[in-house]
Structure formats: C-alpha cells, structure tokens
C-alpha cells in the first residue's frame, strides 16, 4: 500500500468536537471521566469526531507526558464508537510534537494536527511549511492537518502561501483546520486545493457561512454541548432549507453574544460543558482562572431558553451523571 492510499484512506466529515480536558479540583489529569465524555457525546449529542489536546483542551498548558496520555485514552475509549478522532501535536518545539506525532501512531488515532509555533514565530510561509514538514514527517501514515487560528497563535502567515506546494513537501498533506473569521482566505485556500484535502471550519458561531464557503466539516468547542444542534444546521443546510439553518445559527451567535457579557473564555467555556452535561470537568489549568458557577449557569438558563427542545434531554443527562 503506498503512502498516499494509507493517508487518503480514511475522511472526518461533519462535526467534530474539541474536547475540553478533565481536571481533578487539585489540577490533575482526570482520566475517569473520558469514558462518560465519549459516550455522553456520540448518544446525546450524535458527535462521533473529536479533536483532542487542542485549544479547548488546553494542549498546551499540559506536559507531553500528560498529552500523551490523554490522547490515549481518548483513542481508546473511542474505539468502537466514534468514527474519527484527530490528536492535536502541536508544540514550540518541534521535537516534542514528533514524539507526540509518533505517539499518535502507535495509539491508533485516525490523523494529527499542528498549530504554527507562537513563541519564536516562523515569519514566512516557506518558514512555517518547514516546520510542519518535520513534525509531519513523524507520522507519515497519519493525515496530517495546518491548525490555522491566528488570534491564539499572533501567526498570521496567509495559509493560501503555506499551502502552496505542501503537497510535495508532505505527502501525508490532508487539509486545514481553519480557525479564522476570514471568509475571504478561507475560500482561496478552498477553491485553489485538490479535490482530497478537507477543509474543517473552526468559527462555531460562522458554521453557515463556512459551509457555504465549502467546509467538508467543523472543529468546535460548544459541539461539546451544542452538537445535535448544530447537527440540524447542517441537515437544513444539505437540504437546502438555509431559513433552518439561519434560524438555528442565529440562536447560537445569541447564546455565544450572552456568553460574551460574562468574558467567555475558555473557563467559562469549560464550566459550561459541566453544567450542561452533568460531567464535573473540574477547574481549567492556570493561567486560565475558574469560572463563577453562577456565570455557567446563567449561561446554561440561557441556553435552555433558547432551545427549549433540548431542556429535557439536557436535564436527564445531569442527573444521570450529577
């Protein structure tokens, strides 16, 4: 089998949620909770992709020892169930994202991920494809996937130049998380690629338009909680009935305006999920601070307000696991 037929074999499409990671209230890795999360995904939410150790799950505010074993437990827990999981690998060092692109092969994961490097930053196009090229070169069986999100990173290298002549470069080249609110950029980087790179929308609250623009699929944090809902924007939208769809994106850009008013970040963000899902994810790793509780569930009344449909599934769900 060539190399190109293993890395092409297999294709993430649709929603893909970017799992938030478990912490004990001492910070510690939670493993425990995994198995819940995966299942409370794929039967609650019908999210059967995930992203893991990305932004949402705080990658880089942990050890790759810690990395590594979260993105084996999650792989392992998701066998049998969920039909595609992308370990994110990216590092400052390149070295230390080959050891976990390495790792991901041997843990089964269906493909890697790689942000630019934010501290030394690469202040070219032919400087960053270098730098992917060697951390790809790591796992040379797995799609490898360009994780674009220049408000974390301040890389803001135009990803139409980065993707010039990848394919030479990394054969394993399958595509772009793209985590930017360029519409424009997005649609040359789309209508400029082969037709067998995929192209995963990262703006939850842009979901629409990113289809419109031709996303294949999308990596977001509130699919955690939100995922059958967005679920149904997508089937509206394949159906052609975009009134649906913009009724339903238009509900989640006012719970994430709501969000917004009590600093939506990722703490807030992860309480959330907790308070959604009755899965206690425990306190996000500083620098990032808690959430006020109260913050989380004015968010969650929100939210229930917005989509009533969805109360009484989400109620069940936290006592179950409350």
Same mark, same amino acid.
């Given at each position: !089998?060539?190399?190109?037929?293993?890395?092409?074999?297999?294709?993430?499409?649709?929603?893909?949620?970017?799992?938030?990671?478990?912490?004990?209230?001492?910070?510690?890795?939670?493993?425990? =909770?995994?198995?819940?999360?995966?299942?409370? =995904?794929?039967?609650?939410?019908?999210?059967?992709?995930?992203?893991?150790?990305? +932004?949402?799950?705080?990658? &880089?505010?942990?050890?790759?020892?810690?990395? %590594?074993?979260?993105?084996?437990?999650?792989?392992?827990?998701?066998?049998?169930?969920?039909?595609?999981?992308?370990?994110?690998? /990216?590092?400052?060092?390149?070295?230390?994202?080959?050891?976990?692109?390495?790792?991901?092969?041997?843990?089964?994961?269906?493909?890697?991920?790689?942000?630019?490097?934010?501290?030394?930053?690469?202040?070219?196009?032919?400087?960053?494809?270098?730098?992917?090229?060697?951390?790809?070169?790591?796992?040379?069986?797995?799609?490898?996937?360009?994780?674009?999100?220049?408000?974390? +990173?301040?890389?803001?290298?135009?990803?139409?130049?980065?993707?010039?002549?990848?394919?030479?470069?990394?054969?394993?080249?399958? /595509?772009?998380?793209?985590?930017?609110?360029?519409? !424009?950029?997005?649609?040359?980087?789309?209508?400029?690629?082969?037709?067998?790179? +995929? *192209?995963?929308?990262?703006?939850?609250?842009?979901?629409?338009?990113?289809?419109?623009?031709?996303?294949?699929?999308?990596?977001?944090?509130?699919? $955690?909680?939100?995922?059958?809902? &967005?679920?149904?924007?997508?089937?509206?939208?394949?159906?052609? $009935?975009?009134?649906?769809?913009?009724?339903? @994106?238009? %509900?989640?850009?006012?719970?994430? @305006?709501?969000?917004?008013?009590?600093? *939506?970040?990722?703490?807030? $963000?992860?309480?959330?999920?907790?308070?959604?899902?009755?899965?206690?994810?425990?306190?996000?790793?500083?620098?990032?601070?808690?959430?006020?509780?109260?913050?989380?569930?004015?968010?969650?009344?929100?939210?229930?307000? =917005?989509?009533?449909?969805?109360?009484?599934? &989400?109620?069940?769900?936290?006592?179950?696991?409350?």
């Amino acid at each position: !089998m060539s190399t190109m037929a293993a890395v092409n074999d297999k294709k993430p499409k649709g929603l893909a949620a970017a799992t938030f990671t478990p912490l004990t209230t001492d910070g510690e890795i939670n493993l425990s =909770l995994i198995g819940p999360y995966v299942d409370y =995904l794929t039967q609650k939410q019908g999210v059967k992709q995930i992203f893991v150790n990305g +932004t949402a799950g705080e990658g &880089m505010s942990l050890t790759v020892a810690e990395r %590594k074993m979260l993105a084996e437990e999650w792989c392992k827990k998701a066998k049998g169930k969920m039909d595609y999981v992308i370990v994110h690998v /990216g590092c400052l060092s390149f070295r230390d994202s080959q050891e976990l692109a390495r790792h991901a092969v041997e843990i089964e994961a269906d493909a890697i991920a790689a942000i630019a490097p934010f501290f030394l930053k690469p202040n070219s196009a032919d400087a960053l494809r270098k730098f992917l090229q060697e951390v790809a070169s790591a796992a040379p069986t797995l799609p490898f996937y360009y994780y674009h999100i220049p408000s974390i +990173t301040g890389v803001n290298v135009s990803v139409p130049d980065v993707l010039e002549d990848i394919g030479s470069l990394i054969p394993s080249f399958s /595509g772009v998380k793209f985590s930017s609110a360029d519409l !424009m950029e997005f649609g040359l980087c789309f209508s400029h690629s082969p037709p067998h790179w +995929t *192209f995963l929308f990262g703006v939850d609250e842009q979901l629409l338009s990113g289809l419109a623009m031709g996303a294949q699929g999308a990596v977001g944090s509130t699919y $955690n909680y939100m995922g059958s809902q &967005m679920n149904k924007l997508i089937a509206a939208f394949e159906n052609n $009935n975009l009134e649906e769809a913009r009724r339903i @994106q238009f %509900k989640m850009q006012d719970l994430i @305006q709501y969000a917004k008013t009590l600093g *939506f970040d990722l703490g807030v $963000n992860k309480q959330l999920m907790s308070e959604l899902s009755g899965l206690s994810l425990g306190p996000p790793r500083l620098p990032v601070m808690p959430c006020p509780p109260e913050h989380g569930r004015s968010i969650a009344q929100k939210f229930h307000s =917005l989509f009533p449909e969805a109360s009484v599934l &989400m109620q069940h769900v936290m006592g179950n696991h409350l």
